[in-house]
C-alpha cells in the first residue's frame, strides 16, 4: 500500500470519528440542558438523530439527494457549528476548536483529493 493510499485512508477514519464527535457533541449537550427530564432525553436523542438524517440525506457519499457542493458545505458547516457550540457550552472548550480545526482541515483535503462527487 502506496504512503498516498494510508493517508487518504486515514483521513476517511479521521471523518468517521468526527462524524460520531458530531452526533455525541449534540446527544451530550441534549442530556444535559439545565431543564427537565423530558427536554434533556427530547434534545439528548432527537438532536443526533436529526443530525443524522440531514447528513444521510444530504452530505453522506451515497446520499439519495444530490446537491450542489456550496449546499453541501453550507449544510455540513451548520451541523459542525453546531456541535462545536455545543461542545464550549459543555465546557469543553479546548476540544471544541480542535474538533472545529480538525473537521475544516479534513474537509479540505476531502475536496482537495476529490473523495466525494459533487454536482457543482
Known amino acids: 500500500m502506496s504512503v498516498i493510499a494510508t493517508i ?3 483521513n476517511l477514519l479521521l471523518r468517521f470519528i468526527l462524524e460520531l464527535v458530531l452526533l455525541f457533541a449534540l446527544s451530550y449537550w441534549g442530556f444535559h440542558v439545565p431543564s427537565g427530564l423530558l427536554v434533556q432525553i427530547l434534545l439528548g436523542i432527537g438532536l443526533p438523530l436529526l443530525a ?3 447528513w444521510g440525506i444530504y452530505i453522506s457519499p451515497k446520499a439519495p439527494v444530490k446537491l450542489p457542493l ?3 458545505l ?3 458547516a451548520l ?3 453546531a456541535a462545536t457550540m455545543c461542545l464550549i457550552l459543555s465546557g469543553f ?5 480542535i474538533f472545529a480545526c480538525a473537521a475544516a482541515i479534513n474537509r479540505f483535503i476531502i475536496l ?3 473523495h466525494q462527487d459533487f454536482n457543482i
Open 112 to 114: 482537495r483529493w476529490k
Open 74 to 76: 453550507l449544510i455540513e
Open 93 to 97: 472548550a479546548i476540544f471544541a476548536v
Open 70 to 72: 456550496p449546499a453541501v
Open 8 to 10: 487518504k485512508g486515514s
Open 79 to 81: 451541523l459542525f457549528a
Open 52 to 54: 443524522a438524517i440531514v
